[in-house]
């Protein structure tokens, strides 16, 4: 299961939680919903543009990669943690 299948499963079992049964169980939904926003910011993608290397996040943020990072891209695989 890669990062953001996991991330689809922890949504899915925070749907089926509410806030209003007690403490431990919205808890449990706000650590659930956070978790799969994290893996989701984590979880990069890169495409070639005619501009440069567009880097998108599972999330939907985007941005073109600096020259640095696209040379380091280039030459070593290396993907920039943060979008």
């Known amino acids: 299961m890669n990062d953001s299948e996991l991330a689809n499963k922890a949504r899915g079992v925070a749907c089926c939680l509410s806030y ?7 808890a449990a939904k ?37 020259f640095k990072e696209s040379l380091a891209y280039r030459m070593f695989g290396a ?3 943060k979008v």
């Not at 209003?20 to 919205?26: I, P």
């Not at 994290?38 to 993608?45: E, M």
């Not at 890169?46 to 599972?58: E, S």
């Open 79 to 81: 993907i920039p943690e």
């Open 20 to 26: 209003n049964n007690g403490e431990h169980e919205d």
């Open 30 to 66: 706000r650590l659930l919903r956070e978790m799969a926003h994290r893996l989701d910011a984590k979880n990069i993608r890169v495409h070639k543009k005619r501009d440069g290397f567009l880097i998108v996040t599972a999330l939907g943020n985007s941005r073109y990669m600096t």
